[in-house]
C-alpha cells in the first residue's frame, strides 16, 4: 500500500517567516494530496489539496508544489503568524478518492 | 451547525473488556471512516462504509469491528482490548468519497486500556 512521509517532524519559525514542509508517497498511481491542519484540541480540516494533472496550487498564504517524478509535494506558508502554529498532516491517494494515507505530521511552531 | 460528533471524547476500558466508540453526522454524508492514530504516529485507516456497504483495510484486525444502522450514526466495536489498541480514534465523513468532497473529522476519542 502507499507508504507517505513527512520531514521534518518539528518545524519553528519566527513570526513572518516561511515555513516549507516536505512529504513523500511510494505509489506511483498516488493522484490526490491534501493537507489536513490539525490545532491543539481542534479536529483536522483539510486547507488545500491538489491533484496529479497540476505542479502548484495557491490560496493566500499557503501554496502546495508536487513533482510526480521525484514522488514529492511540499506545503508552502508564508508569512507565517501564531495562528498557524499546529500540526500539518499530508495524505496520498489513488483514484481520486478520499481513502486516504496520511504521513505522521509536522509540529509546526510560530515564535511570535 | 452540521458536525461530525464522537462519543465519549476519552474512553477508559480494562484489558478485554469490550468497549464501542460512537460516532455521529448531522452532514448527511455517505461515507464515514475510522481512523486509528496511535501517538506520534499517521492516522491508520481501519475502515469505512459507503452508505451500508463496508470496506475493510486488508490490515484491519479482526479485533476491530463496526456497524452502520443508519446514516446518521458509525459505531467501533473493539471486541478484546488489547494495550497496543490505545490510541485516539477519529471518525470522518465524505459527501460522496471522492476527492472533491473533502474529509470532515470529528474531534475523535481517546481510548486507554488499562
Known amino acids: 500500500g502507499e507508504n507517505v512521509e513527512q520531514h521534518p517532524s518539528t518545524l519553528s519559525v519566527q513570526e513572518g517567516d516561511s515555513a516549507v514542509i516536505k512529504c513523500t508517497y511510494s505509489?506511483?498511481?498516488?493522484?490526490?494530496f491534501p493537507w489536513y491542519k490539525q490545532e491543539l484540541g481542534k479536529r483536522p480540516q483539510l486547507i488545500i489539496d491538489?491533484?496529479?494533472?497540476?505542479g502548484e496550487k495557491k490560496d493566500q498564504r499557503i501554496a502546495v508544489t508536487l513533482n510526480k517524478t521525484a514522488k514529492h509535494f511540499s506545503l508552502h506558508i508564508t508569512e507565517t503568524q501564531p495562528e498557524d502554529s499546529a500540526v500539518y498532516f499530508c495524505?496520498?491517494?489513488?483514484?481520486?478518492?478520499?481513502?486516504?494515507?496520511f504521513g505522521k505530521g509536522n509540529q509546526v511552531v510560530v515564535i511570535p | 451547525d452540521a458536525m461530525v460528533i464522537q462519543n465519549p471524547r476519552y474512553q477508559v476500558t480494562q484489558f478485554g473488556k469490550p468497549v464501542t466508540l460512537s460516532c455521529s453526522q448531522t452532514?448527511?454524508?455517505?461515507?464515514m471512516y475510522w481512523y486509528q492514530q496511535k501517538s506520534s504516529q499517521a492516522p491508520k485507516l481501519l475502515f469505512h462504509?459507503?452508505?451500508?456497504?463496508?470496506?475493510n483495510e486488508a490490515d484491519t484486525p479482526d479485533n476491530f469491528q463496526s456497524r452502520r444502522p443508519n446514516t446518521s450514526f458509525c459505531f467501533l466495536d473493539i471486541r478484546s482490548p488489547g494495550l497496543g489498541d490505545a490510541a485516539m480514534y477519529l471518525c470522518?465523513?465524505?459527501?460522496?468519497?471522492?476527492?472533491?468532497?473533502?474529509?470532515?473529522f470529528g474531534n475523535g476519542t481517546r481510548l486507554t486500556v488499562t
Open positions: 491538489i491533484r496529479s494533472n497540476v
Open positions: 495524505a496520498a491517494s489513488r483514484d481520486g478518492n478520499n481513502r486516504l494515507a
Open positions: 470522518a465523513t465524505s459527501r460522496d468519497g471522492g476527492s472533491k468532497s473533502p474529509l470532515h
Open positions: 462504509y459507503y452508505d451500508k456497504d463496508f470496506n
Open positions: 452532514l448527511n454524508h455517505n461515507v
Open positions: 505509489d506511483s498511481a498516488s493522484n490526490y
